[in-house]
């Protein structure tokens, strides 16, 4: 079992690899330089690919939240964890590039667009979940509060993406148009493949890490077993 | 240019942070278990 | 159903009846409302004019600062003398609990509201002109689901050493949508525009209100158990 998943560790990172560098280069050098935007377009292979990834993540932590209220088990309260932590990683990537292309693009730091601040709450309730996971008591019990604020949490981001929409269509009318790439003419073949690969490594990466904060936490609790370990032997 | 090449920097510093980070929490916890497992199995 | 409708008034009335006793935390909440529209009048000059686009803002802003304090004794002060445990091992259905405890801090957070915003009014010298009924029926469905999330993360919450520190950080992101449809319909009434635009946030309202009591209602359980 030991050396099955460590084959696949490295196969993962030996497919992660190469895969980043082809990535840089389709980015880079092979994607066409967009019209309207120029260089600065191509953040959003970046942008897209992390976003995917933040809200996957999100996702899965509701999964085995779902999963661990049913049934408490040590492996989904790992999974959740580990994915929630991978979370907040690519949700930040997610916010920076977006301020940095809002930037470029718009003049401005920070516009209230729904995606945007849609993916700014995502980040909070990700740090408030990984808050309640800090609490100290048994894993029995932290799984459970924080499967159930896990819960919570995915409720709320659709509620959250139309309240904000909407406020911002009453606010002022629709000013950047639907689809964030794509200010002038349709998507290129290139640009679409570059930007899939994107996803394609982003997400390799996100399954990469994720297996990485799993045998992490998988070590904790060994830490904690043999501690108590420790403390009964000093205790007879 | 500037900000495709801010974007880019930003991203990989985050995610080599995260890694970095993840290796040493390991490599910890690798001695802390080692150390205990040494404790546990004395005398 | 009924049986459990019944034990939650039982323990909101408990509640109630001990906080009137005291009077310990609807005092604090009510002197520390009056203390922020203190603070925030003197951020925005109550004397300028424009000033009146805040208002709606302020209502809200109160009234979470306020609630907050409110829903950190809600549980906290169940685990001395271990209430709490005596409570989950009394024979009446745990979401009893959590809907008991939800009646009463919404009783509290509502009288509350009824002496600290006309204080607002009266201390931006904001004159009252919208449609009253409409905008009872928007403060209390806006209160109400700040009430059903924040009663839940407040027994969540419990469990924690720094309970106090860890609800704002886990309410506060769940209330957003809550807060743009409740400050747009404030907004609305306030300013006397039409109606026929804050039903739309209203219903917003409502819909977060009734989801979030399911979700929290079923959820209960688990905390409980939890703890």
Redesign the interface.
């Given at each position: 079992m030991k050396e099955v998943s460590s084959l696949i560790d490295r196969i993962l990172f030996y497919a992660l690899v190469p895969s980043f560098f082809i990535l840089l280069y389709l980015i880079f050098i092979w994607s066409p330089v967009e019209k309207v935007m120029?260089?600065?377009q191509?953040?959003f292979y970046?942008?897209v690919g992390?976003a995917w990834v933040a809200f996957l993540a999100f996702f899965v932590v509701g999964y085995y939240s779902v999963r661990n209220l049913i049934k408490p088990n040590m492996k989904h309260f790992i999974f959740a964890g580990a994915s929630a932590e991978?979370g907040v990683?690519f949700t930040?990537?997610t916010l920076?590039?977006g301020m940095?292309?809002g930037?470029?693009s718009w003049n401005t730091w920070w516009s209230w667009e729904p995606r945007l601040v849609t993916t700014l709450i995502l980040w909070f309730i990700y740090v408030a979940y990984l808050f309640i996971r800090k609490m100290d008591g048994s894993w029995e019990k932290i799984a459970k509060l924080s499967s159930v604020f896990g819960i919570i949490g995915c409720l709320n981001v659709p509620i959250v993406f139309m309240a904000i929409r909407w406020w911002n269509s009453k606010l002022h009318p629709i000013v950047f148009g639907e689809g964030k790439g794509q200010s002038g003419g349709g998507i290129e073949p290139e640009m679409l493949i570059t930007l899939l690969f994107s996803v394609f490594t982003i997400s390799l990466?996100y399954v990469f890490?994720m297996r990485?904060?799993a045998?992490?936490e998988r070590?904790?609790v060994?830490?904690r077993n043999?501690?108590n370990?420790?403390m009964n032997?000093l205790a007879s | 240019?500037n900000?495709?090449f801010?974007?880019?920097s930003?991203?990989w510093v985050?995610?080599a942070g995260?890694?970095v980070i993840?290796g040493k929490?390991?490599k910890k916890?690798?001695k802390?278990?080692f150390q205990?497992?040494e404790?546990?199995s004395e005398q | 159903m009924k049986d459990i409708l019944s034990d939650a008034i039982t323990i909101a009335g408990k509640d109630l009846s001990n906080e009137f006793k005291t009077k310990q935390t609807i005092g604090t909440m009510v002197i520390f409302s009056a203390l922020v529209i203190l603070v925030f009048s003197f951020a925005f000059d109550p004397t300028n004019n424009t000033v009146k686009a805040v208002i709606p803002g302020l209502i809200w802003v109160i009234t979470i600062f306020s609630g907050t304090l409110g829903l950190n004794r809600s549980f906290v002060s169940e685990l001395e003398n271990n209430c709490l445990t005596g409570l989950r091992s009394a024979p009446i259905d745990v979401t009893s609990i959590y809907l008991g405890k939800t009646l009463a801090n919404f009783t509290l957070v509502t009288i509350v509201q009824t002496i600290s915003i006309p204080v607002l009014f009266l201390l931006f010298n904001y004159r009252f002109t919208g449609s009253l009924l409409w905008f009872i029926l928007i403060v209390l469905s806006g209160t109400f689901g700040f009430i059903v999330v924040g009663t839940f993360l407040s027994a969540l919450a419990a469990n924690a050493k720094n309970s106090e520190m860890l609800l704002p950080v886990l309410l506060l992101p769940l209330l957003s949508p809550l807060m743009i449809a409740a400050v747009q319909a404030t907004t609305i009434v306030l300013v006397n525009e039409q109606i026929s635009d804050a039903i739309g946030w209203l219903q917003l309202m409502t819909a977060y209100d009734l989801l979030f009591l399911g979700a929290c209602f079923l959820l209960f359980e688990f905390i409980m158990e939890g703890s």
């Open positions: 120029g260089v600065t191509k953040i970046f942008h992390s991978i990683l930040t990537i920076i590039t940095i292309w930037r470029a990466l890490l990485k904060g045998e992490i070590m904790r060994i830490v043999q501690k370990k420790l032997k | 240019m900000y495709l801010l974007a880019t930003v991203v985050l995610i995260y890694v993840l929490r390991q916890l690798q802390e278990i205990l497992e404790w546990n | -």
